[in-house]
């Protein structure tokens, strides 16, 4: 019998655009061993739900915004062990570029204790896992390109 199980979510790195700069979307909640964390907004796969459906599902969820997704960015795996069951998890994340269409910061769920706006480099900055400041690294990428040489 197994002594693990898989577990596959979806979330979104949420921007906007400004006269100078790229701003992006964290949300602080509270892990279980009680500590305070600024992560990306997302959430399990539901059954029936697509990758995609679910990001933009969780991104509204958890921020109270809306967006559109113009690009997968790619996906993080990790494990750790489910405070219920006892089992290891083995869990794959999968992440979008979205553009912030609509909706108000504070329309957030009960999951999450905060939502704000950052710059996108201080937000890579700010990002409590290692795994999400390489989302954020790869969404700059897309949204700020490099000046080539002359």
């Keep these: 019998m197994a002594k693990f199980k898989q577990e596959i979510s979806s979330g979104g790195v949420i921007y906007k655009l400004n006269s100078s700069s790229v ?3 964290l949300i602080r909640r509270v892990t279980k061993r009680g500590m305070h964390a ?3 907004p997302k959430g ?10 679910t990001a933009l599902r969780e991104v509204k969820e958890e921020t109270g915004v809306s967006g559109k ?3 997968e960015l790619g996906s ?6 489910g405070a219920e069951d006892k089992l290891k998890i083995n869990k794959t994340v999968h992440f979008y570029l979205m ?3 609509s909706g108000n910061l504070e329309l957030y769920d009960d999951e ?4 704000r706006w950052f710059v996108i480099d201080e937000a890579r900055s700010i990002a409590s896992y290692k795994s999400e400041k390489e989302m954020i690294t790869k969404a700059m990428e897309v949204l700020i390109p490099v000046p080539e040489d002359k």
Excluded: A, R, T
């Excluded at 993080?76 to 062990?81: E, P």
């Design 23 to 25: 701003e992006i979307i």
């Design 38 to 40: 600024w992560c990306l």
């Design 44 to 53: 399990k796969v539901e059954q029936g739900e697509s990758l995609e459906v």
């Design 69 to 71: 997704i113009e690009k």
């Design 76 to 81: 993080i795996n990790y494990w750790f062990y």
């Design 99 to 101: 553009k912030y269409m």
């Design 112 to 115: 999450v204790e905060e939502v």
